[in-house]
């Protein structure tokens, strides 16, 4: 075969995926009409006050979620279709998994979408989930999922589903080329595609990392207060003065690192932001994320900041600051209540590629619910408990 004609071939299979057992290109002329959701698929919402659409357009459908109305951020949307086709005898073999792929784009960028398989006998629905982060908004991008010991059984009834989480509160938009859904064997499955992350990362231990950068600007603005500087915010007791981070309701604490020795280098795998406890004000009866703080990218404002003199003012001048810092979480986690213990948030592999290409300017923290937190910050004398990034390049 000529040159030219290989890679043409090549060009084909990878935009089009093969024809799994199901597969929907949302142009099936037996489907609802044009505007309509496509037939068999369903949509949910949950944990805020969030619309969502999924309809069918010419040859893909979009789902389309309205959080416009919502206050905390912490709403969840997915498009959830019951499987059929699949050769369930194949499947209940445990030499065979599931298999979902994808081809989307996406309006906002970097969010994440996840996938997911349950069944109507699942229960742990964080199971058989992956996130996926899709860095921009102008291409499309084939994602995929393959389980791992599926628990299924020969009548049980496969969904599969696709969701948005937690990405802001305007109008968000995904475009779905196609979905298809395969049972494959496990040894030759081969890997998966997309940028593709635990929804509940492990936490290693810091020892594992080579790199250990200690952060190199640490402040603080206030919402309230957008002209002050807010580098010498300490606590005052008998025993000692410390100089602090706090998070509130209107305190954001921004996090900057001199990652220029590592320019031009490939982030392997997932990394940590260790931070130090100073102290926690929450209420013990407040329950699902609302005591907790939010880690996020800070992806435009003012990119070279100083602690002596950065205001809320300077950092996002004429901007919101929902357009400085990406309304969707790296990870929201609860803050250790013991003074001088140490809380560790994972940070994903796409999220430091970002920061040492420098296309995220920094890490922000943020508070989730009524939650007033303090760590140290790194211009405390003696033993340094400020802000550490912890990482591996390749």
């Known amino acids: 075969m000529k040159p030219a004609l290989l890679f043409i071939l090549f060009l084909v299979l ?49 789902i389309l979620v309205d959080a416009t109305e919502d206050q905390r951020n912490i709403w969840w ?31 906002h960028a970097p969010r994440r979408v996840n996938l997911h398989f349950n069944h109507q006998r699942t229960t742990d629905f964080h199971s058989h989930l992956m996130e996926y982060d899709i860095s921009d908004t102008t291409n499309w991008h084939i994602i995929s999922m393959t ?15 696709m969701a948005l989480m937690d990405w802001g509160n305007e109008r968000y938009r995904i475009d779905v080329d196609y979905v298809s859904v395969d049972v494959v064997n496990k040894n ?40 002050l500087n807010f580098n010498n915010w300490i606590s005052i007791s008998d025993q000692e003065t ?57 992806l435009d404002g003012d990119h070279s900041w ?41 940070i994903s592999e796409p999220v430091l590629q970002r920061l040492m290409d420098g296309t995220t300017k920094g890490l922000a923290i943020r508070s989730l619910g009524a939650v007033i937190a303090s760590f140290y910050s790194m211009e405390n004398a003696g033993v340094y408990y400020g802000p550490v990034l912890h990482f591996n390049v390749e």
């Open 14 to 62: 990878s935009i089009y995926p093969s024809q799994g057992q199901f597969i929907d290109h949302f142009n099936d002329p037996s489907k609802k009409q044009l505007g309509e959701t496509p037939k068999g698929w369903g949509v949910a919402s949950g944990d805020g006050n969030v619309t969502i659409q999924f309809i069918q357009q010419d040859g893909y459908a979009s």
């Open 306 to 346: 100083k602690q002596e003199k950065v205001t809320y003012h300077s950092f996002c001048g004429d901007l919101p600051v929902e357009r400085i810092l990406n309304p969707q979480m790296i990870i929201d986690y609860p803050v250790a209540e013991t003074r001088g213990q140490k809380t560790l948030f994972t």
């Open 147 to 161: 389980t791992r010991d599926f628990d299924v059984r020969m009548d049980d009834k496969i969904n599969v589903q």
């Open 188 to 227: 030759m499955a081969g890997q998966d595609k997309g940028n593709k992350m635990p929804y509940h990362p492990p936490v290693p231990d810091p020892s594992v990392f080579k790199h250990h950068l200690k952060v190199n600007q640490d402040a603080m603005v206030d919402l309230e207060y957008p002209d």
């Open 77 to 107: 949307a997915i498009i959830r279709c019951q499987v059929t086709g699949l050769d369930m005898k194949k499947l209940v073999d445990v030499e065979n998994e599931l298999r979902v792929e994808a081809r989307i784009k996406v309006s």
């Open 242 to 298: 410390s100089t602090l981070l706090t998070v509130s309701g209107t305190q954001i604490v921004l996090l900057r690192w001199d990652l220029s020795e590592f320019k031009g280098k490939n982030i392997e795998g997932a990394g940590l932001l260790e931070l130090t406890t100073y102290a926690v004000q929450r209420s013990p009866e407040y329950e699902k994320d609302f005591g907790m703080v939010r880690i996020t990218e800070i």
